[in-house]
C-alpha cells in the first residue's frame, strides 16, 4: 500500500508564494503521471496541475500561469510552486496518481490565503 505525505501549506497573504511537497512510499510504488488536487468543504475534489511521467504539465484554468508542477523521480516526490496566491485557492491539497487516483488518500495539507 503506498502512502502519500504531503506537506508545505499554510497561511499566506493575497499574492504570497508556497511550495508544496508530496513524498510517496511503500513497496513498489509506480511514479508515473501524478497530480495535484485540492478541495473545498462541500464541493469535490478537484484537479489543479498534473505532471505525466515524460514531464509533461497541465493546468486547470484557475491556476495556469501561476502553479508550476516539478517532481523528482530518486525521491518519490511531487512539488506544487503556487505563486500569486488568490483568496480562492483557499483548500486542502493532496496529490495522487493520474488519469486515476489509485493511492490511498493522505491527510493533505491546508492552504489558506487570507490577508
Known amino acids: 500500500q503506498v502512502q502519500v505525505v504531503e506537506s508545505g501549506g499554510g497561511l499566506v497573504q493575497p499574492g504570497g508564494s508556497l511550495r508544496l511537497s508530496c513524498v510517496a512510499s511503500?513497496?513498489?510504488?509506480?511514479?508515473?503521471?501524478l497530480g495535484w488536487y485540492r478541495q473545498v468543504p462541500g464541493k469535490e475534489r478537484e484537479l489543479v496541475a498534473a505532471?505525466?511521467?515524460?514531464?509533461?504539465?497541465h493546468y486547470a484554468d484557475s491556476v495556469k500561469g501561476r502553479f508550476t508542477i516539478s517532481r523528482n523521480n530518486a525521491k518519490k516526490t511531487v512539488y506544487l510552486q503556487m505563486n500569486n496566491l488568490e483568496p480562492e485557492d483557499t483548500a486542502v491539497y493532496y496529490c495522487?496518481?493520474?488519469?486515476?487516483?489509485?493511492?490511498?488518500w493522505g491527510q493533505g495539507t491546508q492552504v489558506t490565503v487570507s490577508s
Open positions: 495522487n496518481t493520474r488519469p486515476d487516483p489509485v493511492w490511498r
Open positions: 505532471i505525466l511521467s515524460n514531464g509533461f504539465t
Open positions: 511503500g513497496r513498489n510504488v509506480i511514479f508515473n503521471h
